[in-house]
């Protein structure tokens, strides 16, 4: 079981930046491949950046690439989300999941809600024009 809890929830200008933290508890976290999801009102919950477990491998999807990056610190079991260039579009209420991902499974399906076993609770992040 792994409890995960986000933080970071603010209001930023278009153009600035944000960090995004989740927190875990639970046994042997470093052992889960970690995501950020975001879910605007009315839309679906899309992917915005996945981290295989090594910390090797990372993925983001076109609309968030190269202005987000995703990390995280096995001594603290904190997953980061850091965000910069926020558009308005950027806004919505952001998800951290963790899953137990083998690397063909990660690699095919890193973007997918169901490969995550577990999620927080959800932060707002709202970017004014």
């Known amino acids: 079981q792994v409890l995960l809890v986000e933080s970071g929830r603010g209001l930023a200008q278009a153009g600035g930046s944000l960090r995004l933290s989740c927190a875990a508890s639970g046994r042997a976290f470093s052992d889960y491949s970690v995501a950020w999801f975001r879910q605007a009102p009315g839309k679906e919950r899309d992917f915005v950046a996945g981290l295989f477990w090594t910390g090797g491998r990372t993925a983001y999807p076109d609309s968030v690439k190269g202005r987000f990056a995703i990390s995280r610190d096995n001594t603290k079991n904190t997953v980061y989300l850091q965000m910069n260039s926020l558009r308005p579009e950027d806004t919505a209420v952001y998800y951290c999941?963790?899953?137990?991902?083998?690397?063909?499974?990660?690699?095919?399906?890193?973007?997918?809600?169901?490969?995550?076993?577990?999620w927080g609770q959800g932060t707002q992040v709202t970017v004014s024009s």
């Open positions: 999941a963790c899953g137990i991902l083998s690397l063909d499974t990660w690699s095919r399906s890193v973007q997918y809600r169901a490969s995550y076993d577990y």
